[in-house]
């Protein structure tokens, strides 16, 4: 059998399925167990899901902090369990009296770095479990409020709605946001400063770092033809390029630091430098250590 490739497949992930779902499906259609995701999907959701398969598993931990693109469907008036249109009705308000420049100007303070508190059904770790799943067990889940930046919350069109006879507004907006960032939680505290409630009712993932739409293919398409990102191309989708010389990818195939590039790109540790061999094999990804380039990950080792 021949072995899977390393690198990345882009998914868009039909409404009603897991991020793990789709991990399941894709580990049968690449025949390898080892396949990850770089951040969950709710199973409402659709969109952009990043996988990584063999060695590009390694790469998930930097894409998974990448900023992210979304377009979303708020309901004003009506607030949920699950701050999504997946939870149970918590009450409703009469939203028939809200514009468009109310909501406008109440999304301007819920946009630039923030505090935000995540959704209760969030998948954060609450002394070793997650949150959603204490809440399922009937425990009251309070988490704690952390930086986010929203670098993008634009009102696209309102129009007017109803939930259960009660006038509400739905509005559909763009959201780009920072790696931890809840659109749930946007909507939550959008129908909060708003003073009506509100939840989401459509979520569509766009972007993932460099991942688009456009470079993203349906399940469909992948039954069809299983293709992958090759590991190379994704690092060059994903990070700041460095071409290597020589005796420097023998120095980081030792994991070795090597000289900064004069001018050429610093790596952080949230987006590291891909460094590639003069051939064009992607060696380790690098960041820059009081002046010299160490290697985080090491790709082609000795």
């Excluded at 390393?6 to 992930?13: A, E, H, I, T």
């Excluded at 995701?37 to 952009?48: C, E, I, K, Q």
């Excluded at 109440?106 to 959603?132: M, N």
Aim: aromatic share 4%.
């Amino acid at each position: 059998m021949t072995p899977a490739p390393s690198g990345l497949v882009v998914v868009d992930k039909p409404a009603g399925w897991t991020s793990h779902d789709v991990v399941a499906r894709v580990r049968r259609l690449a025949g390898t167990r080892k396949v990850g995701h770089a951040g969950t999907l709710d199973p409402m959701a659709t969109g952009v899901l990043v996988l990584g398969l063999e060695k590009a598993t390694r790469l998930l931990t930097y894409v998974v902090g990448a900023d992210k693109d979304y377009l979303a469907t708020v309901r004003l008036g009506v607030t949920t369990t699950t701050d999504d249109a997946e939870g149970e009705t918590v009450a409703t308000t009469d939203a028939g009296a809200l514009t468009e420049a109310h909501v406008r100007a109440a999304v301007a303070p819920l946009t630039g770095p923030i505090e935000q508190v995540p959704s209760t059904v969030s998948a954060i770790k609450v002394d070793g479990r997650r949150a959603y799943a204490r809440v399922r067990a009937g425990e009251d889940v309070v988490l704690a409020a952390r930086p986010v930046v929203v670098h993008r919350f634009e009102v696209l069109g309102t129009r007017q709605a109803e939930h259960a006879g009660n006038p509400a507004l739905d509005v559909d907006v763009a959201v780009t946001c920072s790696s931890g960032t809840y659109v749930r939680a946007l909507a939550r505290d959008l129908g909060a400063a708003l003073g009506v409630g509100g939840h989401l009712t459509a979520l569509r993932r766009t972007r993932v770092g460099g991942y688009g739409l456009a470079a993203a293919r349906t399940l469909e398409d992948l039954e069809r033809s299983f293709t992958v990102l090759p590991l190379e191309d994704a690092a060059r989708a994903t990070f700041p390029a460095r071409t290597l010389s020589a005796e420097e990818a023998t120095a980081l195939s030792y994991g070795k630091r090597i000289r900064t590039a004069d001018g050429g790109p610093a790596g952080t540790p949230e987006v590291p430098v891909a460094a590639f061999a003069p051939d064009g094999g992607l060696v380790a990804l690098l960041t820059d250590d009081d002046g010299a380039a160490r290697p985080v990950l090491v790709l082609r080792p000795a």
